[in-house]
Each structure stands twice: as C-alpha cells, then as structure tokens.
C-alpha cells in the first residue's frame, strides 16, 4: 500500500510536492483551505522577469496533480502523532493518517492598512500590488481611471522596523518594476514613479529587466521612502518623499499609489504549527532545521517545509523547494 | 566623671551624631549654594508665604513622618515605614521633653556646661542613667515596640518581598546592607539593654548608632534628612537644571531606593531591564557612576510612572532630562526653513473671518490620516469655523528636540508655531497629539488662547450639544496616552466620550497606572524587541476584558499597538466619527 503524505496547503509549492511525490510513488494528499488550488500565483497576472502569463504556470500545474487526492475548502484543525506517524482530523469530519506531514502553508500578504502614512483604505487612489494584478487580469478596477502620474511604493511592510518586519520581501522589487512596464503598457500617455531603498534585482533576466524599465518604459526609479501620503483639494494624491540620491526632500502630486505588500507568515496555520511542535524564525516565519542542507527539514521527526513559510520567496525558489522536499520524504519514508 | 552621669559606651553615639549633623549642616550650605540666584530667592520668598509654608509644614509631618503616599499604595508598606520613622521620631521627641522630668539615678545633678553635654546623650541612653515617671516610661516602651514590629514587616519583606505585595526589590551593595542591618538592630538592643542594663548590649546599641549614623551620608538612608529639604524646595517651585547641582543634588539624596518603582516600570517587563528603572538610576547618579547614569537616561521612555508612584515625588524623568540636555550629542539641525514658512492653510487664506478654532494635527497624526480625517469632519459636523493650521505640513512642536535636551533648536520652532497660532486669531487651539500637547502645555506662551486635546473638544462638543452621536453597542477599551493622562490628569474627557458612543470596558491597570504602548519617543536606545515585550505587556493589560477594540487618543500609541493587538486599535476621534 502506499503511504500517505499530509500535504498542507495547494499553492504552488503544495502542488509541485504533490506531483513529485505521486511520482515517487507516494500517496500526496492536499488540504487546501480555499475553494481552488493554485495559492497567489493564481491570483497574478504576469510574472517576473518576462512577463509570462501566471496561468500558463498554474494550469500546467494543476494539470501535473490531477490524480492527486485533493480536499478543497478543508482545514485541520488538529493534528497528533501515533504510532503510524501522524492522524489528522479535518474540518469536514474526516480523519487522514499519514506517515509524514509537508507544510506548505506559504504567506498572507501584509495588510497595507496598518502602514496607515500611505492611505490604504483611506484614500481612494491607493491600491495594493495585489489589486492590480486582478486589474491586469480583469481590466476592471473604478479607482484606476486613466491615471496620468502614477507612483510605486517598494517595501511596505518590509525591512520597516516600525512594523516589526525587518526582513527583506525578496520578489517586491522586481514585481515592482514588472507592474511599472505593464502600467506604461496600458496608459502609455502616464508618467511612472517607483521609491525604492535599494532595487534587488538578484536573479537571471531580473538587471536586464531593471534597465529595460528605465529605457524602454521611460519608468523613474526614486532611491527613497515615501513618508506621508494626502489627499488634496481634487482627490488627487500629494506624497512627501526624500530623493536620497540628491539628498533633497520631495513632494509629488499622484493620480494613483501603489503599494507594494510583503509577504508574511501565514498566520492561519499557527495552532497546527504548535500542535506540531514547529518554531517560528526571527522574522515570525517558520524555523526550517538549518538553511543550508535541512532547508526543507523542521526540528520535529516526519514534519517537512516548503515554499514561503519559512521565507519569502519567488516562484522559482518555491518550486526548487517543493522538489526538494519531495526527495526528503521519499528518503524519510523509505529509511524507516 | 561620675559613672552615672556618663559611661564610655555614650561616645560611638557622641561620635557618629557630631559627624552627621556636620555631615547634613555642610551639604545644606552646598545645595544652597549651588542654586541659581533667582531660584534662592524663590526659596526664601516661599518660605514665608503662607500658603507654601502651610505646605511645607503639611508635608513635612505628611510624607516624612506619616508617608501618606505609601499608605494610599499599599498600606502594609506604609505602617512599615511609618512605624519605623514616626516611631523613632516619637522617641526622639518623648526623650527630650523627658529631659526635664528625669531624676538622676543617685541624685547626683550635673550643672552648666556638663548639663549640656549630658542632654546630647541622656535622652538616648536614659535608662541607664536615670528613672523616669511612668507615664513617659510607657510611651516610651509603646514606641519602641511600635518601631520594632516594623522592622519585624522589613524583616519579612526582605526575605519574601511578595508576601507584602512588591514583585521586585532594589539589589543593594555591601554598604547598604550593612546600615540596613545597623539599622534593624538598633531597637531590639535598645530594648534588652533597657530591660537588663547589661553593658555589652549598651554598647551594642551605641555602636550600631555610630555605624547607622556615619555610614548614613553614603547610603540610601540619607534621604531621610533630605527629603525635608527636597520638600521645602519642590514647593518653592524650583525646577531641574544642572543634572547632579543644587535642586537634582537635592532629589537625587531623597529618593529612598525604595523600588516601588521597579515593578511599575513598563521596562521592568523584561527582568533584564529591570536594572533600568529610576530606583537604579539615582542610585548611579548619587554613586556618580555617569557611563550608566547617561545611558539609562537616554533608555527611560519618559512615560512618567515612576514619578507618579514615589512616595517621594521625585521627578527624576525631569533628572534624566537634565542629564540629556548636559550631553553634547551632535545633531545637525537646520532651521533656517523656519523664515520662509507660511501661514497655514491656503484654503482659509482667502476667508477674511476669523476662525474659533485653529487645529494642529502634528507630525504624528500626518501620519495616521485616518485621524486628521475624522477631525475634519467632527469639526464638520459640529459646524465650528476652523483653521487647519498644517494641512499641508507644518512645524514639529518641538517635543522631540526637547527630549532630547536641546532647548535652543525646540525654541526655534516654537517660536514660528507661536506666531503663526497668533496670526490666525483664534481663541481656541486644538491639538491631536499628546505629544504636542505637552508641549504646547508647557513651553509656549499662548497668553489667552485655550489649548485642547481633541478629547476634550470632542467632549466639549458633544457636551454642548453641537455635536450629535449615537451610541453603539461595541465594547471599548481605553488606553491612557502618558503624555495626555499622567502629565496632566486627563481622564475623564476621553472616558465621558467613549460613553456617548459605545461602551467602556476596563483595562487591567488604567488612568496614572496606564502602561506606556511601548513607542515613546522617550527612548533613545531601547531595541525593538524590547519595545515590542512592553507592548505585548500593555496590548494584554488592556485585554483585560476583552473588548471589541481598543481606543486611544495619541497617534504614536495607536501606530505602536496596532502591530501587537488582536483586536481594531482607533482613535478616540475614528470612534466618534463612526457614530456621527
């Protein structure tokens, strides 16, 4: 009989674990907690650094885990060890057991209210990089209404003391400019502003895509933080910022504010994760057992990570890991 | 010399008592001394008029003697303290009026000269000498006995201080412990000798007066002949300046170590930080250990607690501030964009009227709009006439500058603040940060026009009638801003408006117990850890009892909580808005 693998979690790493696992003849079982597989990703509309289509991606996905046993709109909501490894009990009643436990459980975007300076849900003409994704995806959001100057925020929510994330959101920087080209792509006539602390442009094609923002798509990048965001006579947006580059203090007039959210730990998973015995990391993410050769290893027997719940990290990462993680426990199943 | 009238065991005594009133005569003169001119003269006018002289006599006998403050904080403590002072006091004062009744044991009378010098010691060691009338020998017993059921609590307190309900007491070195111990044997060989007049327990007992007493000078117990001075110059009104001279020299030697502090401090949180707190750092400024003294100054959050709870009233963040100000950091300060500030708000600049009112969001509240905005149209809705002095930014109030000890660079922008809340003629300004307000409070000069935090207004409003809410049925905690509470006792205002709109719940500690959030711009040097510890500790005190959400009335502590809460953290002006 094959054994069963607890996989929490049916976004990209989940999946990608899922699929490599069925071929390692194992039997992967997702738990996904919303109504459809596919995580963020599939929420996004392009990705980084070549403008691929996300669903390209997700549905290939989808299709590689189509004989995977996949429980939707399902929770655990306890979890204990036994002698056959683990029994999960769902929140449809239902009891899994298996032999080891993959938590895949990835990131909750940080909520842009609580960098309240930047006016999101206070201003109208203030988005989340999230809500243009749906605007690339659908062409449908009442607050972009030909907008004329439009300006990015990088780093919100990240490498931000004041909000108790000190860690850098790794793929931001460059989602930043890839939205920044797919701006000027939809309103050619707008001028395009991105405030960065320092662009992190640490993958293949992701430099090349930096000056390709500025050449091709005439996109301003401003080394600098917005500090305060307000709405003016006309709705419009006044932002106080500091070109740091030239040391001088600025104040710009916008038609619409992106702000770019960095990832977080997914806190919907924190009672499991103690159940299972799992430390948080200094950044509030999971702690994997060592970063270099038991990245996908946690400190408890049996429970594995993948994907963002340990970090932040872009698609390619999560993928590799989600591979990484299959051969992990085929190797953890088959030693026992 | 006849051994009744004098016996070698009376010199110890002789000894430590001629060196401590030496001792005390001399650092009066240099405390004096080392006031400024104009604050000498305060003294002296104040020590004449009636009113602080009927203070000083009220507190003298008050604090000193019966420790009213330690009563009203915990009474066990207090009959501790009082027992003890109030006792020895008593046997003091029995013991001289004594003097005049006492018959000499061999009807042997000393006359001129050698009466003098035997009244030093007589009152002190009269059993040995003398006999006394009843009346008196039973006074003096019950005072005796009183004193030593004190030491008996200190004796407990000691060694399980949580039986008389402190968690953490001040660490003491070896002098300290030693003059503790003089201190606690005094009594008990008073009383045997006494009862048995056997020599070695007489000399006992001088021998742990001269300890007690030439030790005094370099211990904590020297604040008991200062905190009289200290009273006498609080109430004449004088204010912190040199960091260790005069005034702080003064406060520095009354603070009694007593630690009440230690558990009231929001750093306390973390044992480790504990070592922070007022009670160590007088210590180290007495010690003149300046490194640590000048670092836990710059790591107090300023939030006013310990000053609050001493039993002594000693403003020692008013001391850390001095130490701050007599630190020459480097900050490159520009200020010269002052001369080309305008004057406020374009929109009003056109409308000639003059407005009632002239809000001051402040630094902090530009960046927690979501206030600005629900004062607008509270101001709105109440129909008040009102001039939004920064909308488009403004001048800092000056606060951080101030905190950061430079006087000079806060009266820069103070000045320019003044002229321009002149200018618009308003006779009302109101202020949405207790950061400002405090400021503004204390160091501008805005003669006739009122100074309201938005919680007052808001209350004043809705109070009058201008301002119509509904009431809700959510469930509100309200967390005290330091700033807006303990330094000016506003606690009523934001608590009557909360009311109007919802209900109130109660934090575990509240009003001038309230704990920092943990933000304060205070500190210099705190890490963010240990800031997030503090506000972990007052996210869960306001908790308490569960409410919806949690309501304040500072936008730094709003900012601060909203990263630890587990429910909505809104402005007292959010709140009302909803409900307008």
Known sequence: MKENILIIGGGAAG???????????????????????????????????????????????????????????????????????????????????????????????????RKQEYGYGIYNNVITSLELEKFFRTGKDERINNPKKIGFVHCVGARDVKVGNTYCSKVCCTTALKQACEMKEVFPDAEVYTFYMDLRMFGPGYEDLYLKTQKDYDV?????????????????????????????????????????????????IEAIQQKLGIANNSDGFMQNKDMYLGMNDSKQDGVFVAGTCTAPKSLPDTIGEARSVAVEVFNYINNK | MNQYIF????????????????????????????????????LWRSLVTPKTAWANIRDLFGDCLFHVKIWKRNPILGYMHSAIAFGWFMIIVIGHVMLFTLKPLQGVE?????????NFYYPIFYKHFATETPVFAFLMDFFLLVIISGILIAVVKKIYSKIVGVKRVTKFGFADNLVRFALWTIFPFRLIAEKSNIMAFWWLYSIDLMIFMCMLPFT??????????????????????????????????????????????????????????????????????????????????????????????????????????????????DHSYLDDCGCGDASNASNCKTPSVVYFAGCMTQLTPKIMRSMKQIMDAAGDDYEFLDKDGGICCGRPMLLSGKVAEAQAMIAKNTELIKKSGAKKLVLSCPICYKVFKDEYQLESIEIQHHTQYINELIKNGKLKVNKGDVNYVYHDPCELGRAFGVYDEPREVIENVGNLRKAKSEKELSICCGGSLGSFNLTQQERDEITQN??????????DEIVTACPLCLKTFAKKSPVQVKDIAEIVCEKI
């Open chain 2, 110 to 118: 000393v006359e001129g000269f050698a009466r003098t010098f035997t």
């Open chain 2, 538 to 547: 007052s996210v869960n005190d306001l908790m308490f009892n569960n409410p």
């Open chain 2, 7 to 42: 016996h070698p065991f009376v010199l110890p005594f002789v000894l430590g008592m001629a060196f401590v009133l030496t001792y005390c005569l001399v650092g009066l003169v240099r405390i004096i001394a080392q006031l400024p001119k104009d604050d000498r003269k305060k």
């Open chain 1, 15 to 113: 999946m990608e674990a899922a699929t490599q696992l069925q071929k390692l003849g194992l039997n992967p079982i997702i738990v996904e907690k919303s109504e459809k597989l596919g995580g963020h990703i599939a929420q996004w509309d392009r990705l980084f650094p070549a403008f691929h289509p996300a669903k390209d991606v997700v549905d290939q996905m989808l299709d590689n885990v189509k004989g995977v046993d996949v429980r939707l709109n399902t929770q655990v909501t306890d979890i204990q060890r036994d002698n056959n490894g683990f029994k999960a009990n769902l929140n449809n009643g239902e009891i899994i057991d298996a032999k080891a436990v993959v938590l895949a459980t990835g990131f909750d975007l940080f909520k842009a209210e």
């Open chain 1, 220 to 268: 301003k990048c401003i080394r600098g933080r917005v500090c305060e965001v307000s709405e003016d006579m006309d709705g419009r947006l006044v932002i106080k910022a500091e070109d740091t580059l030239f040391g001088k203090p600025l104040r710009m007039t916008l038609d619409l504010l992106v702000l770019m959210c960095s990832m977080e730990k997914n806190k919907s």
């Open chain 2, 220 to 333: 904590r117990y020297m604040h008991i002949p200062t905190e009289a001075l200290f009273i006498l110059l609080q109430h004449a009104g004088l204010k912190a300046r040199e960091p260790r001279k005069g005034y702080n020299l003064a406060q520095l030697y009354s603070c009694p170590s007593c630690g009440l502090c230690i558990d009231a401090c929001p750093m306390s949180v973390n044992d480790k930080n504990s070592g922070n707190t007022s009670a160590y750092f007088m210590k180290m400024m007495r010690n003149g250990d300046s490194e640590d003294a000048k670092r836990i100054a710059e790591t107090c959050l300023m939030c006013g607690k310990c000053v609050m709870i001493c039993p002594v009233s000693i403003e020692s963040c008013d001391i850390k501030w001095s130490q701050r100000a007599a630190t020459p950091y480097y900050i490159n300060s």
